[in-house]
């Protein structure tokens, strides 16, 4: 699995903490969009958990989701409405009032600054990430190298100064990828070359070594040649030097059996 989409399912955190752990064991899932759904800071803080032994996902998109909790009675605001309030009157009424969990905001700074750096693409865009999230992102993008966009809106709370960090810090990130790949590129070039190089370095030493063969057997098969040649003049030296002995041995005896006729004729006068 590349690509899981569940956008506007409804979901809530009991599953967003199910898919924080299917993060943490998956390594082949390289988007996740989890836009319009009912997630929280318990959610986030199981997705920030995941991160940090997953090297693969790269581009998180959680859109539209209360990421720092929803809005809920001030524990001040309920006090302050308890003594304005007359005796036997009708009790005042509460202005709810944001108080934000920053737990999985910090969780997701946290891990994006000392941990993962496969993440590229982050978009919080409509989460309520508030002025202090936007501190924390800040914060967390001058150690973070590998994200290159991240998404938020001005809607969320975010200082004007930390919008400014934050593009700052993109742009160093994308200028230093841009680096990367063109440092890449030249790096393979370069192995190329070398490559190249070696492989025409073994081409001329074969070639050497095959000329070098040749050579030998050429002069091995002349001194065949050679050895062969005085081998037969050798032999024929040797089979005339024979039939000289055989034809002088031959002609002694017949000058020996001469000799002897001549004797036995002249005892017989």
């Known amino acids: 699995m590349r690509c899981l989409d569940v956008i506007g399912c409804g979901l809530g955190d009991d599953v967003g903490v199910e898919i924080g752990a ?9 988007k996740l969009d989890l836009d319009q759904n009912a997630f929280g800071p318990k959610t986030l803080a199981a997705i920030s958990l995941g991160l940090q032994s997953n090297a693969t996902l790269q581009t998180l998109s959680i859109e539209h989701n209360r990421l720092t909790g ?9 006090a302050a409405a308890a003594d304005e309030a007359e005796p036997g009157a009708t009790k ?3 202005k709810e009032e944001y108080l934000p969990d920053l737990t999985g905001i910090a969780a997701l700074t946290t891990t994006l600054k000392e941990i993962n ?6 978009n919080l865009f409509q989460t309520g990430v508030t002025d202090t999230g936007g501190h924390l992102l800040a914060d967390a993008l001058m150690e973070n ?14 200082s004007p100064v930390d919008f400014v960090s934050i593009s700052s810090a993109l742009d160093r990130n994308i200028s230093e990828n841009e680096r990367r790949v063109i440092d890449g590129k030249a790096e ?9 190089r070696k492989e025409m ?26 050895d062969d040649a005085e081998f037969e003049t050798y032999r024929k030296a040797r089979l005339a030097a024979l039939e000289r002995e055989n034809q002088e041995k031959l002609r002694k005896e017949r000058l020996k059996a001469e000799a002897e006729e001549a004797a036995k004729k002249a005892k017989k006068k």
């Open 117 to 122: 750096r496969s993440l590229s693409s982050l």
């Open 22 to 30: 299917l993060i943490r064991v998956n390594k082949g899932l390289k």
């Open 145 to 158: 190298t590998s994200l290159t966009s991240v998404l938020l809106s001005s809607n969320d709370g975010i």
């Open 70 to 78: 929803e809005a809920q009675y001030s524990p001040a605001a309920v």
């Open 92 to 94: 005042a009424p509460v």
């Open 201 to 226: 370095e073994e081409t001329a030493k074969s070639a050497n070594e095959a000329e070098e063969r040749w050579i030998q057997n050429e002069k091995d098969q002349r001194k065949r040649v050679r």
């Open 188 to 196: 393979r070039a370069q192995a190329r070359r070398e490559q190249v």
